[in-house]
């Protein structure tokens, strides 16, 4: 079936402005994550969704970071302001619960670089 | 609060040898560990977990990992390696009692050569 998928695939902006990430999951997935990758930086979780709760957004950066996902599926991940800092990889992942013990799906990333 | 150590940036095997990835963890309890492997340009896949059970662990694509409770390890293995092996390999790790956050490793660079 249908794996994790991310648009765009790519996104050169210059710095200051917004930007908009997007992350479908899989279908019936009710968890959602969002990562950052850096080079030689490993993930850095930035939010996660469960089904309708409220998200963790305990990974955030910054104010100008900000992500949404509606009516539990697709999910928007927002950078307002971008900084050159910014630039990364940017991972969504989705699990079918919130389970410890449960795999994540990762969808190939949107790499944003900040001009 | 959990960790993971990848102390290694980067592994390089001849191909047909056999190739050991490390990873260790520091965890309140017993740990949930994943390794997950990253190809070029596309996002990680699974590649095997350790849930509770037997220590050894086998994955995809012909590799296992071994649980190693005393030694808070979890390295990779696998006992002949293809040059298809090649990618970035990420050990992460799950606290027992609900953290639903994974804390990632910094990643290994895995390079066969022919």
């Known amino acids: 079936g249908a794996g994790v998928s991310q648009s765009p695939s790519n996104k050169v902006t210059e710095k200051g402005k917004d930007v908009e990430l997007r992350c479908d999951p899989i279908?019936?997935?009710?968890?959602l994550y969002w990562y950052r990758q850096s080079l030689g930086q490993g993930l850095e979780f930035l939010i996660y969704f469960q089904g309708n709760s409220a998200p963790d957004k305990s990974g955030l950066p910054s104010d100008r970071f900000s992500a949404e996902r509606t009516g539990g599926s697709v999910s928007t991940l927002t950078i307002q302001r971008t900084q050159q800092e910014d630039s990364a990889v940017y991972l969504c992942?989705?699990?079918?619960?919130?389970?410890?013990?449960?795999?994540?799906?990762f969808g190939p990333g949107t790499r944003l670089t900040v001009l | 609060a959990q960790s993971v150590a990848q102390p290694e940036d980067q592994v390089n095997v001849a191909e047909g040898n056999p190739l050991t990835v490390k990873c260790t963890y520091s965890?309140?309890?017993?740990?949930?560990l994943f390794w997950y492997v990253q190809y070029p340009n596309r996002g990680l896949q699974f590649l095997l977990k350790y849930i509770t059970g037997d220590n050894l662990v086998k994955g995809s694509y012909g590799f296992e990992a071994e649980f190693n409770k005393s030694q808070t390890s979890f390295h990779l293995k696998k006992p002949s390696a293809l040059v298809s092996d090649s990618a970035l390999y990420f050990c992460?790790?799950?606290?027992?009692?609900?953290?639903?956050?994974?804390?990632f490793g910094r990643g290994t660079s895995l390079i066969v050569h022919p």
């Open positions: 992942a989705s699990s079918l619960a919130s389970g410890v013990t449960d795999t994540q799906y």
């Open positions: 992460a790790v799950r606290p027992p009692g609900g953290s639903y956050i994974p804390t």
């Open positions: 965890v309140s309890g017993n740990p949930y």
């Open positions: 279908s019936g997935h009710t968890a």
